[in-house]
């Protein structure tokens, strides 16, 4: 059976070759929806800016910005007739516009990042079930935090989110034909929220192979020589046996010091005691001298 630290060895290998494989097509889908964010937005500039009915779907002339005094008012809507240069527009006509001035299709968006998430979403299951044994191990405090994380990792922010959130709250009119068909969501910024669900998801793959690779990288680096995946009464054996396996290639560094400074140099027992000592202090409190005799209690006289 595959120890902790080779689940999560093997793991990060496949973290790294989907973060490869997808990384191209993310960046180019982020580009896309940069690109319908930014005309969408020019797009808004020629909007009546209401969401109440029909002031919803008008736009000004062929979308250009209103020059002043030509805007179009909210309050008064259309109760003197729909001002001059302004008309409705359907949500294929605002989206032909949109694309023309993205230079992209919001189809090539809508659909971007579905085999990506669906590749990704499978390697998290396959992560959290893995590892997931690490909730019952001594220790690794920090990793099981960090796996807890990792197992309510959210997939960025939905359309609808993206909606509650830039839809008006309030809203003022004397148009009561427009008041009495309630709010209707503007076309371009339907298509606005396209794009930043699209572009939130591929952040949100990319937060993943972050999140993934660094819990990963935490259980491997933190079930070597000590072992805490082996049980935590075997951390003090298991520090003790990583020092004496590496003792040899620390007296060796120690000799090779900048500028020829003066070192320790390993030339007999006392020496070997001396930087022994040292090291044992980077794992425990207790590390006495060699004694001639054996420690012993005095036991008291009766």
Known sequence: MASLKEIAVSLIAKVQRLQEALTADLTSLQQKCAAVTKAAEAIAQSWSGSSMGYHSELYYRNFERPPLGAEFSPEWGGIHGIPEGWQKRSSDEVKAHLEKLAGVSVADIEHGAETALFEVKALHSEIV?????????????????????LEKFKWGTTLNEYMDANMPKTYRSRDSQ???????????????????????????IQGF??????????????????????????????AVLA???????????????????ATLAITDEYDVQDLLHALLRLYFDDIRPEEWTPSYVACPSF
């Not at 893995?130 to 220790?139: C, K, V």
């Not at 427009?178 to 298509?191: E, F, I, M, N």
């Open 178 to 204: 427009a008041v009495c068909q309630g709010v209707k969501l503007s076309a371009h910024l339907y298509y606005a929220g396209i794009a930043f669900e699209k572009n939130s998801e591929c952040i949100a």
């Open 243 to 261: 020092i004496c396996d590496r003792f040899h290639v620390v007296a060796r560094q120690l000799l090779q010091r900048r500028e020829n400074r």
């Open 129 to 149: 079930t893995e590892i997931s044994g690490l909730h019952t191990h001594p220790g690794l405090e920090q990793e099981k935090k960090l796996l807890s994380e």
């Open 209 to 238: 192979f972050k999140a993934a690779t660094r819990v990963l990288r935490q259980i491997e680096l933190n079930t070597g020589p000590m072992g805490l995946s082996d049980g935590a009464e075997q951390q003090p054996v298991k």
